[in-house]
């Protein structure tokens, strides 16, 4: 979009307006983006949380256990965590993109650029 910006026609004043509009823009959508993610990631924490609490029922488990199939749900427990924990962390690498103003490859996604000139464009 910058390159656009650039290589439009348009003087001083109406570029400058919108090079700062752009900016505003993208400050807001990585905001909004950052927030959308760490609230996923709180979501993750409150999840491994209560699964953390059916563990607890690991500490009256003893090896004389004669329901095998305790160990097989805490063994389930245990790869629900490591998979909502694998979750939480791609989404605050993920907020580290954002924060970077990376943007993230989206494969097959073009960005063509309008016709349309603001009022301040040269000979408009």
Same mark, same amino acid.
């Given at each position: 979009?910058?390159?656009?910006?650039?290589?439009?026609?348009?003087?001083?004043?109406? /570029?400058?307006? +919108?090079? &700062?509009?752009? @900016?505003?823009?993208?400050?807001? =959508? $990585?905001?909004?983006?950052?927030?959308?993610?760490?609230?996923?990631?709180?979501?993750?924490?409150?999840?491994?949380?209560? /699964?953390?609490? +059916?563990? &607890?029922?690991? @500490?009256?488990?003893?090896?004389? =256990? $004669?329901?095998?199939?305790?160990?097989?749900?805490?063994?389930?427990?245990?790869?629900?965590?490591?998979?909502?924990?694998?979750?939480?962390?791609?989404?605050?690498?993920?907020?580290?993109?954002?924060?970077?103003?990376?943007?993230?490859?989206?494969?097959?996604?073009?960005?063509?650029?309008?016709?349309?000139?603001?009022?301040?464009?040269?000979?408009?």
């Amino acid at each position: 979009m910058r390159a656009v910006l650039s290589g439009a026609n348009l003087d001083g004043h109406c /570029l400058e307006m +919108l090079r &700062s509009t752009f @900016d505003r823009f993208l400050d807001l =959508e $990585t905001r909004r983006m950052s927030k959308r993610l760490l609230t996923g990631v709180r979501h993750q924490k409150q999840r491994i949380a209560a /699964l953390l609490g +059916l563990l &607890s029922d690991l @500490d009256q488990i003893t090896e004389t =256990e $004669t329901d095998h199939t305790v160990f097989v749900e805490m063994a389930l427990l245990f790869e629900e965590i490591s998979r909502t924990a694998t979750v939480a962390a791609a989404s605050l690498r993920e907020v580290d993109v954002v924060k970077a103003n990376e943007t993230p490859p989206v494969d097959g996604l073009k960005i063509v650029p309008s016709q349309w000139a603001p009022h301040c464009a040269n000979g408009k």
